[in-house]
C-alpha cells in the first residue's frame, strides 16, 4: 500500500496516468498552494521534457513548455492571492503536515537578500517557490511589480528545466541512469534549503 502511495509522487506515474492535464495540475498546486509542496516539481518538469522527446507526451516541446508555464503563472496568482487576504495570519499558522514556520521565515530570508527577484530565483527551488508568491501576497508587493517577474519566473522554470530533460531524453546514458539523476536534482535542489530550515530550527531551540 505504501509503494502505491509513493507512486502518486513519482514523476513518471504523475504523467502517465495523467497526462499533461495532471501535470499542470501539480505545477499549479505546487507554485498556488501549500499542500503543492509535497510534489516533485523539478524532476517533474525534467520528466515531462524527456517523456515528451519519447512520445508519451504528444505535444511539441514548446507547448508543453507554454502549458507548464501556464499553470505556474496561476499558480502564483492564487498564492499571491491568499497571502494577500490571509496577511499576516499565515506567519501565526501552527505547524501541520504541509505547513512548518521555518518555510516562512527562510522564504522570508531569501526575499530580504534578493527582493522581489525571488520569484524568478526561487521557482528552481523547493519550498521558496511555494511560498514566495505568498509572502509577496502577506507583504502586499504591489501587484504591478508582482505580475512581470512572476511571468519571466513562471515560464523560465520550464524552459531550462523541460527542454534540458527534452534534449538529454534522447542520451542512452540518461536513460540508464534516470533515477539516479532524478535524485542527484532532488538532493541539489532541496539540500540548501533543508539545511537552512534544520539551521533555523536548531537556532531556535538554542535561544
Excluded at 513548455?65 to 502564483?76: K, P, Q, T, V
Amino acid at each position: 500500500m505504501f509503494e502505491h502511495f509513493t507512486d502518486l509522487f513519482n514523476p513518471k506515474t504523475i504523467i502517465h496516468v495523467g497526462g499533461i492535464g495532471l501535470l499542470m495540475a501539480v505545477v499549479f498546486a505546487e507554485t498556488g498552494l501549500l499542500v503543492g509542496i509535497v510534489f516533485p516539481g523539478d524532476s517533474l518538469l525534467f520528466t515531462a521534457g524527456l517523456l515528451t522527446a519519447a512520445g508519451v507526451i504528444r505535444l511539441p516541446i514548446g507547448v508543453v513548455i507554454l502549458l507548464i508555464g501556464l499553470a505556474a503563472f496561476l499558480g502564483d496568482q492564487s498564492g499571491y492571492g491568499i497571502g494577500w487576504r490571509t496577511g499576516k495570519a499565515l506567519f501565526n499558522r501552527p505547524k501541520s503536515f504541509f505547513f512548518r514556520p521555518e518555510y516562512v521565515q527562510t522564504t522570508r530570508q531569501f526575499y530580504q537578500r534578493y527582493g522581489i527577484w525571488v520569484l524568478i530565483l526561487g521557482k528552481f527551488l523547493p519550498i521558496v517557490r511555494t511560498f514566495a508568491p505568498l509572502l509577496a501576497g502577506v507583504v502586499q508587493v504591489p501587484y504591478r511589480k508582482f505580475l512581470p517577474v512572476s511571468l519571466i519566473g513562471s515560464f523560465l522554470w520550464p524552459a531550462v528545466l523541460s527542454t534540458a530533460g527534452y534534449f538529454l531524453g534522447n542520451v542512452p546514458w540518461v536513460q540508464e541512469n534516470y533515477g539516479w539523476i532524478i535524485l542527484a536534482m532532488v538532493l541539489v535542489t532541496t539540500g540548501p534549503i533543508l539545511w537552512k530550515v534544520l539551521r533555523l530550527r536548531q537556532t531556535k531551540v538554542s535561544v
